[in-house]
């Protein structure tokens, strides 16, 4: 993944796909946000120029997961890995 650009959006959705229990897959991310996820403290955005501490604490990241994400519900319908399904069909052919 790390060869293909600008595809932290893709990363995010895998680790969404993965992290369930029913599903239990490790996928492990350099996704800033995919690390939120996983419970790291890593700065999310360039805030070292605000002075303010309320502002500074609203911008905490470890704030934005309110809930373990391995506890979500597995919600990827069929429909979402059909073309991946189909791909490698033709592809094993």
Known sequence: MARIPYN???EIWLQRVTQ???VDI???SNEIICK???GE???LWENNWIASRILLKALDV???VVAPADEINEVVKPDEIE???QNAL???Q
């Open 90 to 92: 033709s592809q094993s």
């Open 8 to 10: 932290g959006y893709l």
């Open 20 to 22: 369930p229990k029913t």
């Open 41 to 43: 403290n890593v700065t």
């Open 36 to 38: 939120i996820v996983d």
């Open 26 to 28: 490790d996928f492990v």
């Open 62 to 64: 470890t704030k934005i």
């Open 83 to 85: 073309l991946f399904t």
